[in-house]
């Protein structure tokens, strides 16, 4: 049966908004890898980058991962970047149920409009170049998010069909 849940997609797409209501849906446990990860460094996302860069960023990004593959009935919403290597896609992979919430460039770039600043990766962008930046990442990133178990379209599916899916992707195992 499966025991873990990973939420991959893009900044703003919505991973821990739906984490939260479907892990109590489910009376599972909800992970927020960047706040776990704030709260082990003790510093904040764009601190790390700023200090250690991104490639340090993503090492240890993987080693909080390849921990919470080992936890039981919990939902993970991971951070935009997490699923994108060989290595941590696999691990989710072998570990869970992998769900992708795609959602449109345009809609993404709403969103994260108001919502940049803790995100180093678009925090110095102009709402000019933010929708190009979501473009070109999105597309060197979707044959990572296309690896997903479950893929989903994040505008249109409520949240209360999640169970379901992940009920249904259990039965068919
Ligand atoms: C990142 C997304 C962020 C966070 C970090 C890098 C990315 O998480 O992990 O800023 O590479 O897309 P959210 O998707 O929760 O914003």
């Known amino acids: 049966m499966t025991q873990r849940v990973f939420l991959i997609g893009f900044m ?22 960047d706040h ?41 919403s991971t951070g935009g970047g997490t699923p ?7 691990i989710m992979r072998e570990s869970g149920e992998v769900i992708y919430i795609n959602v449109e460039p345009e809609i993404l770039c709403k969103r994260l409009s108001t919502a940049k600043a803790s995100r180093p990766l678009i925090a110095n962008k102009s709402d000019e170049e933010l929708l190009s930046f979501i473009q070109s990442k999105l597309a060197e990133r979707d044959k990572y998010y296309r690896q997903a178990t479950i893929i989903v379209d994040g505008d ?6 999640y169970r379901f899916l992940i009920e249904m992707a259990d039965n068919n195992e």
């Open 84 to 90: 994108c290597s060989d290595e941590n896609i696999r």
């Open 156 to 161: 249109k599916l409520p949240f209360s069909s």
């Open 12 to 33: 703003g797409s919505g991973k821990s908004t739906i984490g939260k209501y479907v892990a109590r849906d489910m009376g599972w446990n909800f992970i927020d890898m």
């Open 36 to 76: 776990l990860f704030e709260k082990e460094q003790g510093c904040t996302i764009s601190q790390f980058f700023a200090e250690k860069g991104e490639a340090a960023f993503r090492q240890e990004e993987t080693k909080l991962l390849s921990r919470l593959a080992k936890e039981n009935m919990v939902i993970v």
